[in-house]
DNA sequence: CGTCTCGTTGAGAGTTTTCAATGTAAGTGG
DNA sequence: CCACTTACATTGAAAACTCTCAACGAGACG
């Protein structure tokens, strides 16, 4: 059975969002007025307060969530108790661990709110059976995924061999928004570097 | 217009390995038999020699590559004329440079073949085409798609933040295969290491 | 037998991390 | 509004890691 929102507080805030959602699969697919109504019966609204956690390490990541507002990032945590930044979602970004999503195994990552956000969660019993009645959904998420390999190929391949400057200056060119909104030591984590080199980079860019 | 193999020669290999791509599609869709039937004229059968190119950096890419048989690697070529290995695709993977076929950007990746490959190809124009025409592509699309982004995160999360030690342990362990099928030098330039390091590395693991 | 490719080994150079100390800005409770 | 705490950023010095360069060895192939 699709969840429905009961709460009347949420309602209000759950139509701006579902508006966001709908306008995003809209500039990818188009909808039928049908199917848009139905879509919005298979998404759960959710907000979340900076730091609060979207799902943590080795339970079952049992939802997708699509960023109406707000960022979240994913994460993993090492012996140490350090954290590597995986992914940070922006408004109209898609976020989970999606292999625990899709194959019902533990999550590796953790998932929390580096600003309150507001999401719309759909479970995978839910996605499965969006996608099945809605079969231009299929098609969505095709597109949704083939641009998101295209942006994982090439952190990839900055990431794989590349000095700690290049990775900085590449994020700088193709993420300039991430860094008026996200801290400098999220940023490091994020490119796999420790604060301090990433300090010394951007000293020493502003030498130049 | 699809495209059409005339060549007699090919004719007897095309159906052995359109029938491995068949199978490999009936692993994640159900087909129906006419759909599979119209399914062969979007492809182009191609053989490629060991070490010759499918794609060269600087053109667009035009086609998307089934691989039947054989293996074929993407990389990047730096100033200094040294390769980055972005990807090994074996039998029954998909590979190109997607930003290129999709955007019709120009390619930053060359692809040529590690050994000799049986390539089906699939043409920009009849890569859309299909996905609308026969819908359940679009299904079989957005689930390859969806489990490679699960692949290329964890590859992300182990390039992003490990030792030389750990990035070469963690690809024994996902791609064993790939120890007995690559030479070592490509093995090293696909996790972004020097050749020296990684051939310390496993003398280092073989003391153990 | 010579050549070519691939892998190994050593030493030095360069880069990044770690650890520790200090500085700075923002938010909180009195 | 101030003192205090907390989070974030900077800086320095030493340690750790990986790369580069160079030499050498082993096997494949003509």
């Known amino acids: 059975m699709p969840v429905h929102s009961n709460t009347p507080l949420l309602h209000y ?5 579902f508006n966001i959602l709908l306008q995003h699969i809209r500039e990818k697919v188009s909808l039928e007025p049908e199917e848009a109504g139905r879509l919005e019966t298979f998404f759960l609204p959710k907000e979340l307060a900076r730091k609060e956690f979207l799902l943590r390490e080795g339970e079952i990541c049992r939802y997708l969530a699509f ?14 108790g350090q954290d590597r930044i995986s992914l940070f979602a ?32 759909i479970s995978i019993e839910d996605y499965e059976r969006l996608t099945l009645e809605i079969p231009v959904m299929d098609r969505y998420f095709r597109i949704l995924y083939q641009n ?21 200056l590449s994020l700088v060119r193709n ?26 980079i951007r000293k020493r860019l502003l030498l130049r």
């Open 13 to 17: 805030s759950k139509i701006i969002m």
């Open 67 to 80: 960023v109406s507002n707000g960022i979240l990032k994913s994460f993993t945590r090492d012996e140490k």
């Open 90 to 121: 922006f408004e109209g970004w898609w976020i989970s661990d999606f292999n625990s999503f899709i194959n019902r195994e533990k999550a590796v990552l953790n998932i929390d709110a580096v600003e309150k956000c507001e999401l719309l969660l």
């Open 148 to 168: 998101s390999l295209v942006t994982k190929d090439r952190r990839l391949m900055v990431s794989n061999k590349s000095t700690a400057e290049e990775k900085y």
């Open 175 to 200: 993420n300039p928004e991430l860094f008026r909104r996200i801290p400098h030591s999220l940023i490091a984590s994020y490119l796999g570097l420790s604060p301090e080199t990433v300090s010394r």
